[in-house]
């Protein structure tokens, strides 16, 4: 087993903050529906973090999947990155 990566590893291999509002049904009064917000750094287009999310929770939870909604957006952008040239010394 590999060490994990951190989240700037992530974000530097296009990992993405990604947002998932989730509507599912009230176990005990499905016609009423819940809102959960469930946020992670994810792939996108195909989110495996969220799918395993998803999966967990359909087969341990009570509260029926209605819909997913998901935003994403890149924490680090290509051109904030540079190397350092120098390094200035105080003291």
Do not use: C
Not at 28 to 46: G, I, R
């Amino acid at each position: 087993m590999g060490i994990p990566a951190s989240d700037i590893e992530k974000q530097l291999n296009d990992f993405r903050l990604t947002t998932a509002e989730i509507l599912y049904h009230m176990p005990d009064a499905y016609h009423l529906l819940q809102s959960f917000v469930w946020q992670e750094l994810d792939k996108a287009p195909d989110f495996p973090v969220l799918h395993t999310f998803l999966d967990y929770w359909e087969r341990n939870l009570d509260g029926k999947l209605h819909s997913v909604r998901i935003a994403y957006a890149r924490l680090i952008h290509p051109g904030e990155l540079r190397n350092v040239d120098g390094e200035f010394r105080l003291h």
